[in-house]
């Protein structure tokens, strides 16, 4: 292709300063809505690469978005940078060993996935900057990811819904481009009100909201025979009304998670959830109200996107982990039983059409597998990237930072998240998703076509699934 002997040369130039920025993400391990020295970080290092940066966007103070060029096609790239409670671990040690007891840390690999978009932002405005391509390119610092869809808020204000192309990646263990769907989210919190009274002395009196939580959660477990297979419910006791039995509790909270496959299917259910609340409430004589947490949609992954980033994968290849590499993960890898790393590759097994025993005695993935597009298909987990690609053409891949069957939201990561595993996992992705941005910038068809089948997969557009008042 076109443009990988400059890049290949290009990533030796920046790749001190794409990793610099994802140790120091690792470092400060800040979760969502609180990544302002993660944010600041990013919009340094951008502003040192010559981009014009605006941040608090969509009224998000950890958000922001970069721009370079003025005139061509448009490509964007999606970065994180959030941290997740209680992930705290020492870099690149193979026992769980938390820096500090129930500090956050970066178990979802969050400190790569933002460097690695960064870092394809800076080559292919190095490329732009050469007169190699005629484009324009936008990184996006998108907060709270793993608990508040930041991509939905920033959705929701417009800024993704210029753009040719979007692309971006997350770090894994097993290299993949995704062609499958997530689950559209949303979290609400149920809360009852009713009134309080002696327990024995007049017990008639009171009106409970604890009974009033526990029946709708009854009636939210008979309703699951009879909503779709994959959607899915789950609930967490937010406010139980108190610890005395002797005291009717005039309040108790619930938080649910409802998803489903597409956005549209989980409003449907989110509307029967709220029937079976109001049931709930009316069989106790209590009064309900609900609050949406937070909501993201599905996603939808863009075939000629998709496929083009599977050639960029193979062109470029995958990382180039060597014996000490090799050697770290195998340390890694023995920290996790067997069958865990089989479940942990389920989803990208799914992706790649491989099979476990591809990977059963494989420590580090070296495997670029073809595009597989399966957009029926859904990983069973949920990500807000799904919203940015309702609003334009958008495509992801995941690839090896870690060894083979390392799950996400574990310490492993953390620790693999800052060693050499993971720096050349981010160097590599930062290669792919340039290539991918340049092809694309110079190939007038390609764009075209990516528009054209995201007509088709999004005919309404952009429905966003936060209330209007959020
Ligand atoms: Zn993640």
Redesign the pocket.
């Given at each position: 292709m076109e443009f990988t002997d400059k890049i290949r040369q290009l990533a030796q130039q920046k790749q001190d300063c794409i990793w610099t920025l994802a140790q120091q993400v690792w470092k400060y391990a800040e979760c969502n809505w609180k990544e302002t020295k993660s944010a600041a970080a990013t919009a340094a290092a951008l502003r040192a690469e010559g981009f014009s940066v605006t941040e608090g966007v969509a009224s998000l103070p950890t958000a922001l978005v970069a721009h370079y060029g003025d005139h061509g096609p448009i490509i964007g790239f999606l970065g994180?940078y959030d941290a997740l409670p209680g992930m705290s671990q020492e870099a690149g040690v193979a026992e769980h060993r938390p820096l500090a007891a129930d500090a956050a840390g970066h178990g979802?690999?969050?400190n790569m996935?933002g460097a690695g978009a960064f870092g394809a932002a800076v080559l292919l405005k190095e490329l732009i900057a050469q007169g190699l391509v005629d484009a324009q390119v936008e990184f996006f610092g998108c907060p709270a990811?793993?608990d508040g869809a930041g991509k939905a808020h920033m959705g929701r204000a417009g800024v993704f819904s210029q753009l040719d192309a979007l692309f971006t990646w997350?770090p894994d263990s097993a290299n993949h481009v995704v062609g499958t769907g997530t689950l559209a989210v949303m979290g609400v919190e149920y809360r009852f009100k009713g009134i309080t009274a002696h327990a024995a002395a007049s017990p008639y009196s009171g009106r409970s909201a604890l009974d009033a939580a526990e029946l709708m959660n009854v009636g939210c477990n008979y309703l699951r025979e009879h909503m779709i297979p994959e959607a899915r419910l789950h609930y967490a006791y937010r406010d139980t009304g108190g610890t005395a039995p002797n005291v009717v509790p005039d309040r108790a909270a619930l938080h649910y998670f409802i998803r489903a496959p597409k956005v549209h299917q989980m409003l449907e259910l989110f509307e029967r959830v709220n029937k079976v609340a109001q049931g709930a409430a009316m069989m106790t004589e209590t009064q309900v109200e609900w609050t949406v947490i937070d909501a993201c949609s599905d996603f939808v992954p863009n075939r000629t996107l998709g496929q083009l980033l599977a050639k960029c994968m193979t062109e470029l290849g995958a990382p180039a982990f060597d014996q000490q590499d090799e050697q770290l993960a195998e340390q890694f890898r023995n920290t996790i039983p067997p069958r865990q790393r089989q479940d942990n590759l389920a989803n990208s097994l799914q992706c790649s059409g491989m099979q476990w025993a591809d990977y059963q005695d494989v420590l580090l993935d070296r495997h670029t597998p073809a595009y597989l597009h399966q957009p029926k298909l859904f990983e069973m987990g949920s990500?807000d990237v799904g919203d940015a690609s309702y609003c334009a053409p958008c495509a992801q891949f995941h690839l090896a930072c870690a060894a083979v069957g390392t799950g996400?939201h574990t310490w492993q990561l953390t620790a693999q998240g800052n060693s050499s595993i993971g720096k050349k996992g981010t160097i590599q992705a930062a290669m792919i998703l340039a290539l991918a941005g340049a092809t694309a910038a110079v190939n007038s068809t390609l764009l075209a076509q990516a528009k054209q089948d995201f007509e088709a997969d999004v005919p309404q557009g952009y429905i966003c699934p936060l209330p209007k008042n959020e």
């Open positions: 994180e979802c690999g969050h996935l990811e793993e997350h990500t996400a």
